[in-house]
């Protein structure tokens, strides 16, 4: 599970979700995007604890595996993807730059589920778009992005 996505024919480790970096949100620092995602899913601070303490990447994600979901989960988890992965970008100036850098081809992901390869694909997109602020195209993919989001969160209420 996990890896980076490819655009136009080449890996960006920036857009990998396990990849070691330090953001902050809430006042608490998260070692990963992933481990972010993992968190928000708790339901209680034991839970919690658990998974932030197991770090970034693998066994961050094996450790969310084994807790309680908070009730409304289905509806915020893509939410709480781009959440986590908009910080990452946000706060590491490096890894903005790469991504930024990426160009403009579509974000592809393969090493995942379906559900979370199509997902991170959007979310990679909508966060590079944000960021570029570049006319009326990236405000346009950001806004369609946005909007199939919200749309999946409704619907999984």
Known sequence: MGGP????????PETDNF???QFVIDGVTYSSSENYF???????????????????????RLAGQTVGLRSDWESVKVDEMYKGNLAKF??????????????KG?????????????????????????L??????DARCAAEIREAMEKYAQENK
């Open 5 to 12: 996505g490819v655009i136009d024919g080449t890996e960006h």
């Open 38 to 60: 993992q968190c928000a899913k708790t339901i209680n601070e034991l839970d919690r604890e658990k998974i932030f303490n197991s770090g970034p990447g693998n066994t961050c």
């Open 132 to 137: 570029r602020q570049n006319g009326d195209d």
């Open 90 to 103: 946000q706060q590491n100036e490096d890894l903005r730059k790469l991504l930024l850098e990426s160009g």
């Open 106 to 130: 579509a974000v592809h992901f393969t090493r995942s589920s379906h559900f979370w390869n199509h997902w991170n694909d959007l979310i990679m997109q909508r966060i590079r778009t944000e």
């Open 19 to 21: 990849l070691p970096c």
